[in-house]
Nanobody, 123 residues
Framework: QVQLVESGGGLVQAGGSLRLSCAAS????????MGWFRQAPGKEREFVAA??????NYADSVKGRFTISRDNGKNTVYLQMKSLKPEDTAVYYC??????????????????WGQGTQVTVSS
């Protein structure tokens, strides 16, 4: 069973930056594809970014502003967020699946989820 723990959320002004981290345990981390999703109040959970042996994948709304990366030695995936906008405000969730090439957009393709971390961007 994979456990995922997010950290790094908080309150930031528009135009600022944050880096989210997600520490994984319970599985060979390098074999996992990792993703970030977010859910704003009253909205459905949406794809943000993913990384696997296929490379990175980003939602159009965050391309050029967010960067996903991983450190297999630390069993951690990161989401560097820059030029933040109020519409980026959401709970951000880390997710994982067992597919080497699984940088999927659909949340249904992910088996494991973290508890979420709140990101609030003030205008």
């Amino acid at each position: 069973q994979v456990q995922l723990v997010e950290s790094g959320g908080g309150l930031v002004q528009a135009g600022g930056s944050l880096r989210l981290s997600c520490a994984a345990s319970g599985h060979t981390f390098s074999a996992l594809a990792m993703g970030w999703f977010r859910q704003a109040p009253g909205k459905e959970r949406e794809f943000v970014a993913a990384i696997s042996w296929s490379g990175g994948n980003y939602a159009d709304s965050v391309k050029g502003r967010f960067t996903i990366s991983r450190d297999n030695g630390k069993n951690t995936v990161y989401l560097q967020m820059k030029s933040l906008k109020p519409e980026d405000t959401a709970v951000y969730y880390c997710a994982a699946n067992n597919d080497y090439y699984g940088n999927y957009v659909s949340s249904t393709r992910y088996n494991y989820w973290g508890q979420g971390t709140q990101v609030t961007v003030s205008s």
